[in-house]
Structure formats: structure tokens, C-alpha cells
């Protein structure tokens, strides 16, 4: 296993190989983050009947041809009450918003257009029939699909399934994910580190991503430089439906991680990606658990879990789109050509009145992880590919969903 594959190639082999997690049915209050499993469907018409829009008086746009127009009130109607009274000639029906327009009725007069007096109203703007009233079934049919499958469930989405009834969801299950940090010279946050030594930064921003995302995840330790201690680390993370590794993978070191990998009977599907940073990404499976391990420098850790690793979950999780989101947006600033891989650079977005632009960190190599900071996502630069200012550029957004 020595071939390096394309950006695309791996995250081709990611989905295929993702699987999906279970079918379930989850409380509509779980479902953020999810993505449906099949299309939702409006249980009835939307609006479900003639709905007045404004606070107002529901008339007959013919008797207030003439203003001001005096109309006689027969009914109050609030919302959450139906309608008892046809609107006739000269008539009108005190109304509020949401509420049911009555028959007879073709439009709804603001009450600020109005001078309310008792038993009567007295009309002062004249309106065109329809107005203020939301016509049952003219947002969406019974019976139409308003949220397909595969689609991410977001706020908005959340608030859809509520209103066509959905107090359950069917998804697939999000994945549960484990973190494993490697590497003798690691020590902890709180920890004073040796002079040689340094922090674990890698799992606690794995940990960010993965609840950024929505996803569950936890944190195994780091597995020390040596062979039985990191096998029972990977071992207990393998029982997770999505491992994470990061560190000890490179050709050459003490490759602990990928050692014990091969001894647990991870299928390794690859191991090198042309892509800078993070060439050293490997990835199998055993059973139904995707396994990743990710390079051990922090910009790759960070880069490779959002390329790479939600590909997967995404696809685990039914998204119609596993891949992640990518903008076209202009650079500001230009770069010289980066070497002989696709490079992902940490960048800013800028909003000016000349629109939004890519703006790259400045940025010292994959172990540079300050780069990072407020960067909004990446820039991708082809292999020797030089980018000047104003070029159209593949901007990859980090909250991106
Ligand atoms: P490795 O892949 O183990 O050779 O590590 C590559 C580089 O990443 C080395 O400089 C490591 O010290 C660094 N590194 C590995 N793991 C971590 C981690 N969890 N947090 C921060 N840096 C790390
Ligand atoms: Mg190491």
C-alpha cells in the first residue's frame, strides 16, 4: 500500500465505504444535525385554510370601492376560532392575524386603515381582492414533499417537520466517534511540558469539530510511543462506529499506530493523498467502524478531519451531498505556486462593498496551527498552480454543513 490518491479518489472511496449507520426513528427535538432518511410531506394543505395576514377587518373588496366605507361588524374572530358567519353585502368580520378568513370575504383591511366603532367599522382605504390573505394551499399542497431526503436538518428544516407533523424523525443514526492521540512528546493542556516536549492540541480540536458538527464524540487519551499500550488504546476505539487516530502514521517513524491497525484486522483502503497538508491520511475499516489515521501535525489533523472525515460520516448519515461545501469567491492577495500537491490554505472571508473575498493566513507549513485562527475556512490551490489577486478560487467553508 504505497499509491497517493487524489483528493477526489479518496473521498470517491470514503462514501462508497462509509456504510450507513442505523434506521431510526428520533424525537423531533433530536433531530438537529441529522439528515432525513426519506422525503418529509405536507400532512395537509399550507396554509391548511384561508389565513388573514394582518389584524383587520375581513370585507368584500366591492363595498369599499368607495372610502370612506361604513360596514356593518357581525362577528369577532381571533385566532385559533372558526369562522360562524358568511360575509354579506356591507359586512365585515373583525379578524386577527392567523386566523380563518370567512366566506364570502375577499380580502382583509388593516385596522390601521380603519375606525373601529362598536357594531360598525368605517373603512378608509379602498384594496385590491386577495389582499391580506393567504390562500389555503398556497404555500404548499398536501401531499408535496417539503423537505427531500438527504437533506440536512437545520434550524429551519426542524421547524418544517414540526408543522407538517413529524414528532418523530426518521434519520440514520449519527455516528459515535472516538479520539486517540499518539505520541511520546505529548503532554496534556494543563500540563507544564519539558522543553522537549508538547501540548496535545490535536484531539481537543477534534473534539470542536466533531460538536460543531453536531457529533457525539470522545476523547481515549493519547497512546504513549510503544506497541501492547497503543494496540489495547485502538483496540477499545474500534468498538466506536468511527475511530480517529492521529500521529505515529508516517512511513519511517515509529509507526505504532498503523502497526497496530494490522494487527487488529483494519482493512487499510489507503494510506497517502496527494494533498498539503495531510499526505500521510490513512483510512480503513473493520467491520462497520471507518477508522482514520489522521497525520499527527495540527493543521492536517484539522484540515483532513473536515476533507476527509465528515465526508464519511456525512455519507454514514444519508446526506444527499457528503461532500464538503465549496464557494467560488474571488481571492484578495495572490500566491506563488505551492509545490506538486493540491494545497488547503487557512484563509478569512472579507465582506467589502465590492463583495466577498478569500483571504489567506499567513501561514507557515502544516505544523503552523496559530495560522488557523479565525480562518473561516480553506483555499484550495491546485498543484503548481499560481493564484493572483481577483482569481476565482474553491473556498471551503469550515462551518459548512
Ligand atoms: P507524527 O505523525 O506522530 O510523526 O507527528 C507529526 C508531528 O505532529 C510531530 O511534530 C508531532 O509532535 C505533532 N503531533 C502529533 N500528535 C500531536 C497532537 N496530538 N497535538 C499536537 N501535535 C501533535
Ligand atoms: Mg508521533
Known amino acids: 500500500m504505497a499509491k497517493m490518491i487524489s483528493v477526489d479518489e ?26 432525513l432518511a426519506e422525503d418529509a410531506r405536507a400532512d395537509r394543505d399550507f396554509p391548511p385554510f384561508d389565513r388573514a395576514m394582518v389584524d383587520g377587518f375581513a370585507l368584500r373588496t366591492k363595498d369599499i370601492a368607495q372610502v370612506p366605507a361604513d360596514l356593518a361588524v357581525i362577528e369577532d374572530v381571533p385566532a385559533g376560532r372558526a ?6 353585502p356591507g359586512q365585515a368580520t373583525r379578524i386577527m392575524t392567523g386566523a380563518p378568513v370567512p366566506q364570502g370575504a375577499d380580502a382583509v383591511v388593516m385596522i390601521e386603515h380603519t375606525k373601529p366603532g362598536g357594531a360598525r367599522v368605517t373603512v378608509e382605504r379602498s384594496l385590491e381582492a386577495e389582499a391580506n390573505i393567504a390562500r389555503r394551499g398556497s404555500d404548499r399542497r398536501q401531499g408535496a414533499t417539503v423537505i427531500a431526503a ?24 449519527k455516528p459515535h466517534i472516538a479520539i486517540l492521540g499518539s505520541g511520546d512528546e505529548l503532554v496534556e493542556p494543563g500540563a507544564q511540558p519539558k522543553p522537549w516536549q508538547i501540548r496535545n492540541s490535536n484531539s481537543y480540536q477534534l473534539l470542536a469539530q466533531a460538536a460543531s458538527h453536531g457529533l457525539s464524540a470522545e476523547y481515549l487519551g493519547v497512546a504513549p ?3 501492547q499500550r497503543t494496540r489495547r488504546m485502538v483496540e477499545e476505539g474500534l468498538a466506536c462506529d468511527v475511530l480517529i487516530t492521529t500521529g505515529g502514521v508516517s512511513v519511517g517513524d515509529k509507526d505504532f499506530i498503523g502497526a497496530a491497525f494490522a ?4 482493512e487499510i483502503l489507503f494510506d497517502k493523498i496527494a494533498v498539503k497538508p495531510g499526505k500521510p491520511t490513512a483510512f480503513g475499516r473493520r467491520g462497520g467502524t471507518l477508522v482514520f489515521g489522521l497525520p499527527g501535525n ?8 473536515h476533507l476527509f472525515v465528515m465526508t464519511a460520516v456525512r455519507a454514514r448519515m444519508g446526506a444527499a451531498e457528503p461532500l464538503p461545501a465549496r464557494w467560488r469567491v474571488p481571492l484578495k492577495g495572490s500566491r506563488r505556486a505551492a509545490g506538486d500537491r ?5 484563509a478569512r472571508l472579507e465582506a467589502s ?12 507549513g502544516s505544523g503552523d496551527l496559530c495560522a488557523t485562527v479565525q480562518a473561516a475556512g480553506f483555499v484550495r490551490q491546485g498543484a503548481w498552480q499560481a493564484l493572483a489577486d481577483g482569481d476565482a478560487v474553491d473556498f471551503f467553508p469550515l462551518t459548512g454543513a
Not at 479518496?10 to 428520533?26: C, D, H, P
Not at 369562522?83 to 354579506?88: I, L, R, Y
Not at 462593498?353 to 507557515?364: D, K, R, S, Y
Open 263 to 266: 494487527d487488529l484486522g483494519v
Open 83 to 88: 369562522p360562524q358567519q358568511a360575509v354579506g
Open 10 to 35: 479518496a473521498q470517491a472511496i470514503l462514501i462508497k465505504e462509509a456504510g450507513r449507520g442505523e434506521r431510526a426513528e428520533i424525537e423531533l427535538s433530536e433531530a438537529h444535525a441529522h439528515y
Open 342 to 346: 493540491p494545497t488547503f490554505v487557512p
Open 298 to 305: 495540527p493543521v492536517a489533523a484539522l484540515t483532513c478531519f
Open 150 to 173: 438527504g437533506m440536512r436538518i437545520g434550524p429551519a428544516e426542524t421547524g418544517v417537520l414540526a408543522s407538517v407533523g413529524y414528532a418523530k424523525v426518521p434519520v440514520f443514526r
Open 353 to 364: 462593498e465590492t463583495g466577498l473575498h478569500a483571504v489567506p493566513n499567513e501561514w507557515h
Open 225 to 227: 510511543d510503544e506497541a
